[in-house]
Structures are given as structure tokens and as C-alpha cells.
């Protein structure tokens, strides 16, 4: 009975020490960023930084010392925009056409820690839960709004091509950055996201394009985050 009792204890120590070892192996947290957003185009020239955010939770495990892999849900908030201006017969006019859309994204991040500071590398799943265009002219007291949500425009080509997909839903892309952890769990980051997959597909009101043909349109984020690891 006694060696039962003392083969318990002794597995007890032992569970609880593994326990012990695989959490301080493993982190969790909550981090916030903001952001730059491109949809880069055949004619990126046209288009500018968008600004934007992306907030969620992440986990990290530690390898050893100096390796990580970690994962994050995130969602976010991405697009680009246009403006132009300019003055005819005296009056002063300019317009901003904004493309707003908005992610859930999964980026896997494999991290080499040199100290606090670690370079991180890995890929980026995302899905798009929609978007919208936002359009403004403005000119002299004159001022004209007009929204249009990818699902309308959706609908509408619909009418040609029962089955047609305006925007590609699923998004696979690439990440690169540096992370910066500093005492009590804090932790800085900075990263540059790229997708491969393209986001818009062609439109044929026409009837002769073919359905879900890709045009040219990847999305391109720069972030800067703060987080917290516990």
C-alpha cells in the first residue's frame, strides 16, 4: 500500500513537472496593429496606401532557446485608395475612391531569437468576409458619396454568370518581419505581408469572358503591433 502510495506521489511530481515544462514552453497572446494596405494592380501607379488594422490572439511554442513556431487569428481590416484633384472654371475639386475589405487571416510564423529580437518568416492564410467600394467628390459646396458592397456587384454580373465570383474568398500569401520581446511580456513587431492568391476576378457583362478569370490584384500589408504575452 505504502508503495502505491509513494508510486502516486512520484507520478504526480513527475506530471506536474512536464506539465510545467511544456507551458513555460508555450505562450499566449493578444496583439493589435496598425497597418498600410495596397492592392497592387497591372497599373499600381493609381492606387495608394490605405490605412487600416488587424487584432487578435495568438499562441507561440518554443522549440528550444533560440525557435519558435507560432500562429495567430487575426482579423483585419485591409484595401487601397485613389485620390485626384484639381480645378475647373475657377473651382477647386478633388474625389478619393477607397476599396475597404475585410479579412479573417491566419499567419504561421516560424521565429529565430536572437535575444529579445527574433526574425520571423512564414505563411499567411486568410478569408475575406466582404468588402466595399467608397467613392467621394467633392467640388466648391458640392459633395457626393456613394458606397457599392462587393455582393451587389456580385449580383449584378450574376445576372450573366449564375455561378460567378466577384472576389477570390480564400487568400494565400507570405510573411516577413522582426518581433521584439521585452520584460513583464510586452512584446513590439513589424511585418510585411504579401498574397499570392489574387483578390478580384474579371468582370464580363458581356457574356463572352470567360467565369472567374483572375485579374491582376494582390494584396500587400505593412504592420506595425503591440502585444502581450502571458
Known sequence: MKKTFKFMVVAAVLAFAANSSLMAQFKFGVKASGTLNNIYTEDSTTTSMKPGFNVGIMGEYFLNDNMSVGAELLFAQQGCQEK????DLGVKWSSKTAITT??????IMFRYYFGGLA???????????????TSTYEAGDNKEENTTKFSEVEED????FSDYKYYNRLQIGGAIGLTYNMPMGLFLGARYTYDFTDMFNKVGMDGTNPKNEAVKSKNGVISVSVGYKF
Open 102 to 107: 475585410n479579412h479573417i487571416n491566419l499567419p
Open 84 to 87: 485626384d484633384e484639381g480645378e
Open 119 to 133: 526574425v520571423e518568416l512564414g505563411p499567411q492564410f486568410g478569408f475575406c468576409l466582404g468588402g466595399k467600394f
Open 157 to 160: 454580373v450574376r445576372k450573366v
